[in-house]
């Protein structure tokens, strides 16, 4: 039985990659992530068919541009239907703003059910020597913190951020802010490129609502195991 708290990424570039871990994997999955590589590859009929397999999907385009360009592109993506899509933080607040006003409204002409948004926090793959390199002054848990309660702020529905500070802005943003981690590597997984990294059991623990893992399923020898150990590990941590 697939648990709607596992988030699998499709980093792939084509229909038929897509459409063979989608298979591969049945059942045991119902949430997608869509990202830059096989969106702008293939557009929006990535969306159009995992919604006919009845997936939910998780559109992780990091919108970021002025708040005009931002509110028209939330329009645009709002059609298409997808249950989450992801606005860059560091946007600044009018931006934000222009975000959640376009989502709503696009949502209510077409009458469908509106896109939650996410704000983009501070990528997992800086540490603390990527961030400094890049003028971050603030560490880079106080810098997350902040956008998490400037996206709250804005109307934002939640966040996208590293597991290491769900908990943190699980007691600053309360119970019902979204907080949806990557970077989340099981026990039987190589980190990779990632590095602020946790296990699927702590980081819903620590407050996080929902992971989105990838390589460790659409890469292992047998996905549908690989699922079967991840959702294993969730489940010893109620809903």
């Known amino acids: ?4 708290r596992l988030i699998v990424a499709l980093d792939v570039s084509t229909m038929d990659n897509m459409k063979a871990i989608v298979s591969s994997l049945g059942d045991a999955v119902s949430f997608y992530k869509v990202g830059m590589e096989l969106f ?6 990535t969306v159009r068919y995992l919604q006919e397999q009845g997936k939910q999907v998780f559109l992780d385009l990091k919108l970021h541009d002025i708040p005009n360009t931002v509110a028209h592109g939330v329009s645009s993506l709002t059609r298409l239907g997808a249950s989450l899509i992801t606005i860059h933080g560091q ?12 989502a709503h409204e696009s949502a209510a002409k077409l009458g469908i059910e509106r896109p939650k948004l ?3 926090t501070v990528l997992t793959s800086f540490d603390d020597e990527s961030w400094t390199a890049i003028g971050g002054q603030l560490p880079i ?3 997350v913190i902040n956008l998490a309660k400037l996206a709250q702020s804005c109307g934002m529905d939640g966040v996208v951020c590293s597991a290491l500070e769900a908990k943190m802005i699980r007691e600053a943003c309360g119970p019902d802010f979204l907080i949806i981690t990557p970077g989340i590597r099981p026990s039987f997984a190589a980190t990779n490129d990632q590095k602020r990294i946790a296990t699927p059991s702590s980081a819903l623990q620590d407050g996080a609502s929902r992971l989105v893992i990838g390589r460790p399923i659409t890469q292992a020898e047998k996905p549908q195991e690989a699922v079967r150990l991840i959702i294993e590990e969730m489940e010893s941590i109620s809903k």
Do not use: T
């Not at 702008?40 to 009929?45: D, L, R």
């Not at 946007?91 to 376009?102: D, S, W």
């Open 118 to 120: 996410l704000a983009i």
């Open 40 to 45: 702008y590859a293939e557009g929006e009929q």
């Open 1 to 4: 039985m697939a648990d709607d």
């Open 91 to 102: 946007g600044g607040p009018i931006m934000m703003k222009a975000a959640v006003e376009a």
């Open 141 to 143: 848990s106080d810098q």
